[in-house]
């Protein structure tokens, strides 16, 4: 499928482009990067999670949305301003390197995304398999869906980014098609089936404390815009489009998800809402009947493919910048020599996204617990990322920033303490929060052993001294 012949020769970062041409030259504009943005983010776990939260708070989900937003704007600048200004394809490895020193990077990128696409990817599998079987009993054996769609989607990013960006732009706009669609019908009441008798607004207590602790549940509507930043190398005029491809796709989605959890409400009952683990399949029949099974295999597909194929694109290329910084096994840094993809890195990724699902099964109580578990760790590198952008300011406070955080400091305070409060907030039912912790904390604890032992036995560097910034950018 693709040339067996490999390169060791890394595609060239920004700041040499001018005086070393790459092979392929960048190919990603502003509908990509945006098809990036979004379409990592709305996930399955993302639709049954906003439903789950607003069956909880019922319109008062509202709040800890729009809160969850104003957080996802924090790390949408900082992100910014930190790939604009170390253009590397190791993102989050690359920044806090210069800025933390070499536990920190290989801990929050690890954390924040290896493990993520452990327990999100698996989890997004996982809930595309049940849909498809709940719709379709028995057409499918157990689990082909679910493995299907990952080697599908991992052959074909091992053809390289142009074929991704085909793909994931079409896969965003279906998917954000379908959710408004269902949204709007909702709202306007404009669907097959009647909608709910009672009021919506009659229970609604907005400074209840349900409402302002589902905060941590609402933000993961919103992460992963970042993974337009690993991308930089590939990206075209990415002083505009990884700013503002971010920036519209969480206010996308914040528009998207605010329709979509009210519509819901007003089909389906609060308590149905919060207990189902398949909420979005309630949603769907409630609005349309029969019909809306349709809707909602499409949305299910092209959400699951899509949360896939920009993982399998973007976190290969993290592991690449991050074995060009020394910080991972050298063999992550091979190319195939046609495609110039991460082959190595994509393979690892594809194995350690499959691997949960043989040992989870078809257990539906566990989506929620990965997810959360998720959340935990890709938090963890939020807070780092906010770090990052303080300390690096303090220390080059005149190189040059392509993109500078407005008001800041503010947006990176604000990020923070808003993240520590969410993490503290995590589990949405006491008899969940030994298990998120456990499973999140075991996960980060064994990554920080290797990363110590790595550092210390491989890299033979000091945990916390960063890296000179111009030694990085010097990289090739």
């Known amino acids: 499928m693709h040339d067996p012949e490999i390169s060791l020769t890394p595609p060239v970062g920004l700041a040499q482009a001018s005086a070393v041409a ?5 190919s990603l504009g502003m509908t990509a990067l945006l098809a990036v943005a979004i379409g990592l983010v709305v996930s399955q776990g993302v639709m049954v999670l906003m439903l789950q939260g607003a069956g909880i708070a019922g319109l008062g989900f509202l709040i800890p949305l729009a809160l969850a937003f104003v957080l996802a704007l924090t790390y949408v600048v900082s992100f910014a301003e930190l790939a604009l200004m170390i253009p590397r394809a190791g993102s989050l490895s690359s920044y806090t390197e210069v800025a933390l020193g070499q536990f920190p990077a290989i801990l929050a990128t690890f954390s924040g995304y290896v493990v993520v696409a452990m327990f999100a990817l698996s989890a997004e599998l996982l809930l595309l398999d049940l849909i498809i079987n709940e719709v379709y009993p028995g057409a499918f054996p157990h689990m082909l869906i679910a493995y299907g769609v990952l080697v599908v989607f991992t052959l074909l990013n091992l053809l390289g980014i142009d074929i991704f960006a085909r793909l994931q732009s079409a896969l965003a706009l ?13 709202v306007t009441g404009s669907g097959s089936e009647p909608a709910l008798s009672t009021s919506i607004t009659s229970d609604w207590n907005p400074m209840g404390a349900s409402v302002m602790t589902l905060v941590a549940l609402a933000i993961w509507g919103f992460v992963g815009a970042e993974f337009v930043c690993p991308l930089v190398e590939e990206s075209r005029n990415p002083k505009r489009n990884i700013p503002w491809s971010m920036i519209l796709g969480v206010t996308i989605i914040f528009i998207t998800i605010a329709l979509y959890s009210t519509g819901a409400l007003l089909y389906v009952p609060q308590e149905q809402l919060a207990s189902s683990t398949l909420p979005h399949y309630l949603f769907a029949t409630a609005l349309f009947g029969e019909a809306g099974k349709v809707f909602l295999v499409v949305a299910a597909i092209t959400a699951t493919c899509s949360t896939v194929n920009t993982s399998l694109a973007a976190i290969p290329r993290m592991l690449y910048g991050m074995a060009v910084n020394g910080q991972a096994f050298p063999q992550f840094k091979l190319l195939s020599k046609k495609y110039q993809a991460p082959w190595v890195a994509v393979l690892f990724v594809a194995m350690i996204t499959g691997l949960p699902v043989i040992f989870m099964g078809d257990d539906p109580a566990s989506i929620g617990l990965l997810l959360l578990a998720a959340a935990v760790a890709w938090l963890l ?9 303080i300390a690096l300011r303090r220390r080059y406070p005149d190189l040059q920033r392509p993109f500078k955080t407005p008001f800041y400091p503010l947006p990176q305070i604000l990020g923070i303490v808003g993240m520590l409060v969410s993490i503290y907030y995590v589990s949405p039912a006491p008899e969940m929060t030994a298990s998120i912790f456990y499973s999140a904390g075991a996960v980060i604890g064994l990554v920080s052993i290797i990363a110590v032992l790595w550092i210390k036995l491989v890299m033979r560097k000091p945990l916390f001294t960063p890296e000179p910034i111009d030694k990085v950018l010097a990289r090739k």
């Open 22 to 26: 790459r092979k392929h030259k960048p």
């Open 174 to 186: 279906i998917m954000v098609i379908v959710l408004l669609a269902l949204g709007l019908a909702a």
């Open 381 to 389: 590198a939020y807070i780092i990322c906010h770090l990052d952008v």
